[in-house]
């Protein structure tokens, strides 16, 4: 072979592996493609007055249309054989302040039960290095351990822990909540929670649930729309930000989740006769998909590190009502998949620009 026909061939073929590469970092979705900014001023500090009050932007995914409305307006959307799925789950006290025997205080959120008197939990307060340290709730005692990537808090019984949350624990109101040195009002323990909360479990609340109060739940049976119910207890696979660079690199934290097999045939009945899946929240989408990813013949229970990112297809959920996300957020990735990156990035500055209110206790969005 002509050795300058060799070097051609040579040259050609790196140039190739380099554009091959080239694809593929380009493909890369960077997390910061998912930021935005927020006036802090739209960040809900208190919900509305009556739940359904609060305001509604309906983004319609076939003809990109944004349509401005109310959150009890949300039965105009709806049509008779719709499907509406709710998470069920039930916050609790998770946010507990201890004391150690210095007198110092140690902030603990539960995360998730491990037995009847062990958790793992976040905590705030102990010393960079310390591999665990003696606790008291009043005169209760509990063993903090570090462990990975979540610290263990040990009580002496089931009875301690009990009397330990009861006494002690607050709402895990998100830290953009502002509520003082208690952390909570009187009124979160009411209105941090859906109306329709059964499965207690979870460390935040299904957010898109807020809005429905039970005359507006009655007025969407009445026309004709079916309800059913899954449990997702939402817990740090939920709020933890994505931190890694690359949207993909990113691990989901596995969550506890219920899904009925009536709520599995309601879902196959509502396709088989042309109509919808209406999730109420990510969580509900999450727990519908991981069951349509497996066989959803049946009933099933267990534990979901599901991530949805854009380029998933979805197999169970045709519409969603959600609230507004944090910038890296994975239920704002989970918002991007279902009606495209470009599209929430328009939806987003568009509720920016009429002064949506953001977050758990903000505005709400239909996807449909």
């Not at 592996?17 to 935005?36: A, P, Q």
């Not at 009990?162 to 502002?178: C, D, F, S, V, W």
Request: glycine share 8%; hydrophobic share 35%; charged share 25%.
């Amino acid at each position: 072979m002509d050795p300058w026909a060799g070097r051609a061939i040579g040259i050609a073929y790196l140039q190739a592996i380099c554009y091959i590469i080239g694809s593929l970092s380009t493909n890369t979705m960077r997390i910061e493609s998912f930021d935005y900014s927020l006036p802090k001023e739209l960040i809900a500090q208190e919900p509305e007055r009556e739940r359904s009050s609060s305001r509604l932007l309906v983004f319609d995914r076939s003809d990109g249309s944004i349509r401005h409305g109310h959150f009890s307006d949300v039965t105009d959307y709806l049509k008779e054989n719709d499907l509406l799925v709710l998470n069920d789950t039930r916050v609790f006290p998770a946010r507990l302040t201890a004391r150690k025997h210095t007198g110092g205080a140690v902030d603990i959120l539960l995360t998730e039960q491990i037995d009847t008197r062990t958790w793992r939990c976040l905590a705030n307060g102990v010393k960079r290095g310390s591999e665990g340290v003696e606790l008291f709730f009043g005169d209760t005692k509990a063993q903090l351990r570090k462990g990975t990537p979540f610290w263990t808090l040990e009580f002496s019984d089931r009875s301690a822990v009990t009397n330990a949350i009861a006494e002690y624990g607050r709402m895990p109101l998100p830290n953009y909540i502002k509520r003082g040195n208690n952390g909570d009002s009187k009124e979160d323990y009411e209105r941090y929670q859906t109306v329709y909360a059964h499965e207690e479990g979870s460390i935040a609340a299904p957010t898109a649930g807020l809005h429905f109060d039970a005359s507006l739940l009655d007025r969407i049976i009445e026309a004709g729309v079916k309800i059913v119910r899954v449990t997702l207890h939402i817990g740090v696979g939920t709020f933890f930000l994505v931190k890694s660079e690359n949207v993909e690199e990113h691990e989901m934290h596995r969550e506890f989740y219920s899904l009925p097999a009536a709520t599995t045939e309601a879902v196959s009945k509502t396709k088989e006769k042309g109509g919808r899946v209406v999730a109420v929240g990510t969580s509900a989408v999450r727990t519908l998909e991981t069951g349509w990813s497996n066989d959803h013949s049946q009933g099933r229970s267990g534990y979901t590190s599901l991530y949805i990112y854009p380029g998933y297809r979805f197999r169970a959920v045709d519409a969603l009502i959600t609230n507004f996300h944090l910038p890296r957020s994975t239920p704002l990735l989970l918002v991007s998949a279902f009606a495209g990156k470009d599209a929430i990035e328009t939806v987003y500055k568009e509720a920016i620009e009429q002064r949506y209110r953001f977050y758990s206790y903000g505005d709400a969005m239909l996807i449909s």
